[in-house]
């Protein structure tokens, strides 16, 4: 269960859906401050820094914010939509060693499977691994079922200024609102497209992934229900440190490295790739990348020419 061959079944059955909101993500800037990467550069133990801020333009003005408004109810039932297939496809794989027995599930079949402890399912690794996962994604499927059903079946919605609006009633005549605004539409649809990206295995889950999904959760609490992380906001940066050979060791001072960046960037979380350029009499001479997850926790990362090499790179490409 759940092996590369599931995976690409999953990506193929959302294909469309997940391109149509990872390019709305993207454009919509998912690390909250651009999709292009601001760059540091430190010398070790050195408190002057020179710093490359990236600004982008966003898609929140003129003719483009026009445009995503038309599209946001669309946005919305499509976000659903992939709710619902990554739903079908954990049914589906529990058909398969028999834990269900049901070919075809209607919507309210699939609430009730996922909603109940007696259900008995296997879920994926990353559910299993990360429970929060599996748990709101089953409140939001679950919660907006409803409101799916008026846009898709009755269309019954308004979009005025920027916002979403959905009314429904139950059989009681119980009446159920939400409104999204952009910002909580983008938060829904960047939940959504991580989910699935990390389900099909696009993306590993790490520090990075789990910060941004409870950020962007924390920022739709009103269509889950249940409680926030309170994750402050995470942005991604990238780092050059240089470090001077100190008797055939490159010390890299990761600690006074973090105690930088947080006084650069005091009111956030920030996570930042990280390369490290030795220098031997003050010339570059080898340099280690560090992608964001794979940075060690050492306070002072010794490093050496014959020591994680996995991780070296030419210095022509840094």
């Not at 801020?53 to 919305?76: H, N, V």
Request: hydrophobic content about 40%.
């Amino acid at each position: 269960m759940y092996d590369q061959a599931a995976q690409s079944q999953l990506k193929e059955k959302i294909s469309y859906e997940l391109w149509l909101l990872d390019f709305l993500s993207k454009t919509q800037e998912i690390f909250e401050g651009g999709s292009n990467i601001s760059t540091i550069t430190l010398t070790n133990k050195k408190s002057y820094a020179s710093a490359t801020m990236i600004l982008t333009e966003t898609i929140g003005s003129g003719a483009a914010m026009e445009i995503m408004d038309k599209m946001i109810p669309l946005t919305f039932v499509t976000s659903f939509k992939i709710l619902d297939m990554i739903i079908e496809w954990i049914l589906e794989e529990n058909k398969t060693p028999g834990n269900i027995k049901s070919a075809r599930w209607n919507f309210s079949e699939k609430v009730e499977k996922i909603s109940s402890t007696s259900a008995q399912l296997d879920y994926p690794p990353l559910f299993q691994s990360t429970p929060y996962i599996k748990d709101y994604l089953s409140a939001l499927y679950s919660k907006l079922l409803k409101f799916r059903h008026e846009i898709i079946h009755k269309n019954n919605f308004k979009v005025l200024n920027g916002k979403l609006r959905i009314e429904t009633t139950d059989e009681k005549l119980k009446l159920y609102s939400i409104e999204l605004d952009r910002g909580e539409l983008g938060a829904f649809v960047r939940t959504v497209v991580t989910m699935a990206n990390l389900l099909t295995g696009v993306l590993l889950f790490g520090e990075q992934e789990d910060c941004l999904l409870k950020y962007h959760l924390d920022r739709i609490k009103k269509l889950h229900g249940l409680s926030e992380f309170r994750q402050v906001k995470t942005i991604l940066i990238s780092v050059i440190l240089k470090v001077p050979e100190e008797k055939g060791i490159f010390p890299a001072d990761i600690k006074f490295l973090r105690e930088r960046i947080s006084q650069i960037y005091p009111n956030v979380k920030t996570l930042f790739n990280l390369k490290v350029i030795g220098l031997i009499n003050n010339k570059l001479s080898v340099c280690w990348d560090f992608p964001v997850n794979s940075i060690p926790k050492d306070e002072v990362l010794e490093l050496r020419l014959n020591n994680y090499k996995e991780y070296l790179i030419p210095l022509e490409v840094k």
